[in-house]
């Protein structure tokens, strides 16, 4: 079975700087998909940005990035120049690629990351 | 913009009482599904329909059952609530690629 962890419960960050949140899986699958996820305190989970397992590069969404370590099994979301709507919890999902069938939106999640964010 | 909407935003029951809580999409998607939301323990997926009077568990079944009677609209049911089933109820719709969640059911059993 595919798990997913985040080691960091929680994390603080300054408004303008960067921070990184960590994720790490394990799979034995070779396609996959990996997501990090923003829930924000009005509970609206809100997708910040998707990762296919077979791009080497990484993927990126305006002041989002991540480094994804395939070999590692590491998948980790970098937020720069950090603003006060930053704040919220992150997940760290993962799915099985298109070849899975019905396994759309059948994804296994992290514990979360409560990200705050010092003005 | 897809619209995936939770009947109850709070939802307060009582151990033994049966529970529905409800789910309607707008979007004309095949699949849908319900999580459950806990501290420490992210979204476990507790079952998922991908068409109309199909359904299939997920990681957490146990005390829950689906109905989909219609596309847009995926219950989830509690037969005999519990406490331990106390929790935020998360509904989500998909196309494919992407996942539309509502905004979530805090379930609480007392």
């Known amino acids: 079975a595919q798990t997913v962890t985040q080691s960091q419960p929680e994390m603080s960050v300054q408004e303008a700087e960067t921070v990184t949140l960590s994720c790490t899986y394990d799979t034995s699958e070779s396609d996959y998909y990996l997501f990090w996820y923003k829930q924000p305190p009005s509970r609206q989970m809100i997708l910040v940005i998707r990762q296919e397992a077979y791009k080497q590069q990484n993927a990126t969404e305006n002041r989002f990035s991540v480094n994804f370590q395939k070999a590692a099994k590491s998948f980790s979301l970098k937020i720069s120049d950090s603003q006060l709507g930053d704040a919220a919890m992150y997940f760290c999902a993962y799915r099985l690629g298109n070849a899975g069938g019905t396994s759309y939106g059948k994804l296994t999640f992290g514990q979360g990351t409560i990200l705050t964010v010092h003005p | 913009d897809v619209k995936v909407t939770q009947s109850s935003r709070y939802l307060v029951k009582r151990t033994g009482e049966k529970v529905f809580l409800e789910c309607v999409q707008d979007m004309d998607h095949e699949n849908m599904f319900w999580y459950r939301q806990d501290p420490g323990l992210g979204l476990r997926l507790i079952y998922f329909s991908y068409d109309v009077k199909m359904k299939e568990k997920g990681d957490i079944p146990e005390g829950y059952s689906v109905s989909r009677e219609k596309k847009e609209r995926f219950s989830l049911i509690l037969e005999s609530a519990s406490t331990n089933q106390t929790s935020m109820y998360l509904c989500?719709?998909?196309?494919?690629?992407?996942?539309?969640f509502g905004n979530g059911t805090r379930l609480t059993v007392t």
């Open positions: 989500a719709s998909s196309p494919g690629r992407t996942l539309h």
